[in-house]
C-alpha cells in the first residue's frame, strides 16, 4: 500500500518530540500572554471605578455642603426654598385678564 503525503515527509522522532515541545511553550507563553492582558484590563476597569466613585463622593460632598439633600426630591426643600409646612403647605388661586393679545398674520 503506497502513502501520499500533503506535506513533507514524516520527521524523526527526536524532531518531532522537539516540535512537540515548542508548540506546547508557545501554548503556555500564549495562555500567560492573554492572562497579562486580562489583569491590565481588570486593573484600569478598577481604577476607572475608583475614580468614578471618588467623583461621585466628592460631588455629593460638595451639594451636601450647599444645603441639597440627596434623599429628598427636586423641588421640595431645596437651597433657598422655604420649608412647607407640615399641613401639606397650601394651593395660592388667582385669576388674570389677557390685557394684549399678539397676532399671528
Same mark, same amino acid.
Given at each position: 500500500?503506497?502513502?501520499?503525503?500533503? =506535506?513533507?515527509?514524516?520527521?524523526?522522532?527526536?524532531?518531532r518530540i522537539?516540535?512537540?515541545?515548542?508548540?506546547?511553550?508557545?501554548?503556555?507563553?500564549?495562555?500567560?500572554? $492573554?492572562?497579562?492582558?486580562?489583569?491590565?484590563?481588570?486593573?484600569?476597569?478598577?481604577?476607572?471605578?475608583?475614580?468614578?466613585?471618588?467623583?461621585?463622593?466628592?460631588?455629593?460632598?460638595?451639594?451636601?455642603?450647599?444645603?441639597?439633600?440627596?434623599? /429628598?426630591?427636586?423641588?421640595? $426643600?431645596?437651597? $433657598?426654598?422655604? *420649608?412647607?409646612? /407640615?399641613? $401639606? =403647605?397650601?394651593?395660592?388661586?388667582? *385669576?388674570?385678564?389677557?390685557?394684549?393679545?399678539?397676532?399671528?398674520?
Amino acid at each position: 500500500m503506497q502513502q501520499h503525503y500533503l =506535506g513533507p515527509p514524516p520527521m524523526s522522532p527526536l524532531s518531532r518530540i522537539v516540535a512537540g515541545l515548542v508548540t506546547a511553550l508557545a501554548l503556555v507563553g500564549a495562555f500567560f500572554f $492573554g492572562l497579562f492582558i486580562l489583569a491590565i484590563v481588570v486593573a484600569l476597569g478598577v481604577v476607572g471605578w475608583a475614580a468614578f466613585w471618588l467623583r461621585m463622593w466628592w460631588l455629593r460632598r460638595q451639594l451636601a455642603r450647599a444645603g441639597f439633600s440627596p434623599d /429628598e426630591p427636586p423641588g421640595r $426643600g431645596s437651597a $433657598g426654598q422655604r *420649608e412647607r409646612p /407640615e399641613d $401639606g =403647605g397650601s394651593v395660592i388661586d388667582a *385669576e388674570y385678564e389677557v390685557v394684549s393679545r399678539q397676532e399671528d398674520d
